[in-house]
């Protein structure tokens, strides 16, 4: 792996129709990996998470195995292995974006996705689902079509799969820290931050507010009675009016009881007082 492409795709309604927005960023891997790299290929224990899959399809394209999922809060990993046709000119700068069914529903609010060259006829394809929300169902009845290349064309003959994932495990490991309190951001406004949810593969704060905000306002801070904190900046909307929004750290496990939430200016100085958050 030398330079590989992290791409996050935002669905948005528009007219009735819906539109692609992409970011794409380019970053070395030396400073930064996208969570599922961590949880399929490093040494950390996230088994009781993962649902193996192993299930090939073909079309024009090439041939995708499915390998496996992971179910995290409101999210859903996918590791697959892609073997392009002899004459398809692929490459690592290249994706798949996956739309996900959850019991029959579309719940995306934004998909990421990796391509890692294995060699130059295989490519492992990682993708992340962010949802606006996830049934409670222990077992999960997933409709995952891989249907759009690169964010912007589609796929006349999509990948398909069928799979039962469960979510009972992470059910149980959950933590949610209730909150209803409001701070105040960087330009000024304010926001009711709702709770916030931790599981041993990310944690995310939920907040609404009265008016759209912008991104580049959301800078907040968790901290443990100890003194160690996490910043939270790369918040995602979890609807088209933008008053609705979660902000995922991944690979952070809040397993104490009380923490403090803090509003941060852009130097990173606090806004107001701390916002104390206690486990249900």
């Not at 380019?26 to 400073?31: D, R, Y």
């Not at 796929?155 to 398909?160: F, K, Q, R, T």
């Amino acid at each position: 792996m030398s330079n590989d492409l992290i791409v996050e795709v935002q669905p948005k309604v528009n007219r009735g129709r819906k539109a692609w927005f992409i970011v794409v960023l380019l970053l070395l891997v030396a400073t930064c990996m996208l969570v599922f790299y961590f949880l399929f290929n490093k040494d950390l224990n996230f088994e009781a998470y993962k649902t193996v899959v192993g299930k090939t399809t073909e079309n024009s394209l090439g041939r995708l195995t499915l390998n496996e999922i992971i179910i995290d809060d409101n999210q859903i990993l996918l590791n697959a292995t892609y073997k392009p046709v002899k004459d398809l000119n692929f490459d690592d700068q290249l994706f798949f974006v996956p739309q996900v069914f959850v019991n029959g529903q579309e719940l995306t609010v934004r998909n990421g996705g990796q391509s890692i060259a294995q060699s130059d006829k295989t490519f492992t394809i990682y993708s992340s689902v962010k949802l606006s929300e996830l049934p409670k169902d222990k077992i999960l009845n997933l409709d995952i079509r891989y249907n759009d290349w690169n964010g912007e064309k589609k796929i006349d003959e999509p990948w398909e799969f069928q799979v039962e994932a469960s979510q009972k495990q992470l059910q149980e490991d959950r933590k949610v820290f209730s909150v209803e309190k409001k701070v105040k951001l960087l330009d000024g406004q304010e926001i009711t931050i709702e709770k916030v949810v931790s599981t041993p593969i990310s944690t995310t704060i939920y907040f609404q507010s009265e008016n759209s905000l912008l991104n580049e306002a959301i800078h907040l801070k968790i901290q443990s009675a100890s003194g160690e904190s996490w910043h939270f900046n790369s918040a995602y909307p979890l609807n088209v009016d933008y008053t609705k929004w979660g902000v995922r750290l991944d690979t952070v496990y809040l397993t104490e009881e009380n923490y403090r939430l803090i509003s941060l200016a852009a130097d990173g100085s606090e806004l107001g007082s701390a916002v104390e958050i206690e486990e249900k």
